[in-house]
């Protein structure tokens, strides 16, 4: 059975729990990470020598990098309809998922840190307000695309784009930063919300 190594609380497991749950893929999960086993013991590091969760075993297989291991999944496990094959479809369900993993992720981290987990190493002021200014307007460049879309991030069809953007959705509406008016990504939130898979490991309590 396809073998998942990560806790439950990391937004980039969840993303990997909640394409399980879009495939209605059986899975079996270990708790590693900060807080649990230690991703840079011998052992981990063997699977990931970025010493990160999520990774992934799959019989002899092992993948580690969240968005790679999305993709990995649809491909083995019958989620066309979650990645489609024609190259122009595919690309821009590629397109959206590199961007979070790129610029979206590196928005949101200093307010995140700053605001979420409370870290002292992360409480200057000026680096917040411009770090949270950073992340408010990529979230105005998503919320310009579902107004064009009307649905979701890649287009008309929920995507492995819409589970790596709406775990980044919900980590911003749960942040406490001030948050403008974004009425596409509201209304994006709450379709989401029609998916049990973004119930159970998306817009779960966790930011
Ligand atoms: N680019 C990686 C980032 C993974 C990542 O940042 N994982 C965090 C948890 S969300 C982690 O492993 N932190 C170290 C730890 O928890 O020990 C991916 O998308 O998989």
New binding site residues.
């Given amino acids: 059975m396809l073998k998942i190594l990560?806790?439950a609380s990391?937004?980039?497991?969840r993303k990997v729990l909640w394409t399980c749950a879009e495939l209605g893929l059986a899975f079996q999960r270990e708790d590693w990470?900060?807080g649990f086993r230690?991703?840079d013991s011998p052992e981990f590091l063997a699977l990931n020598p970025n010493?990160?969760?999520?990774v992934i075993v799959d019989g002899d297989f092992v993948l580690?990098?969240?968005?790679s291991i999305l993709r990995y999944l649809v491909n083995q496990y019958g989620g066309e309809h979650l990645y489609p094959s024609a190259p122009r479809s595919r690309a821009a369900v590629d397109q959206w998922l590199d961007w979070q993993?790129t610029d979206l992720n590196d928005a949101w981290r200093y307010p995140f840190m700053s605001l979420v987990r409370q870290s002292p190493a992360h409480q200057d002021p000026a680096l917040l307000a411009a770090a949270s200014a950073q992340w408010t307007a990529r979230m105005r460049l998503l919320e310009q695309r579902l107004q064009t879309t009307g649905a979701y991030v890649a287009g008309s069809d929920f995507s492995i784009a819409d589970v790596a953007i709406g775990l980044s959705l919900n980590r911003w509406r749960r942040t406490p930063l001030e948050h403008p008016s974004l009425p596409a990504l509201e209304a994006y939130h709450w379709r989401l919300r029609e998916r049990p898979g973004y119930l159970e490991h998306g817009d779960n309590g966790l930011a």
């Fill in positions: 990560g806790k990391s937004i980039n497991v990470g900060s230690a991703t010493a990160m969760v999520p580690w990098e969240s968005n993993a």
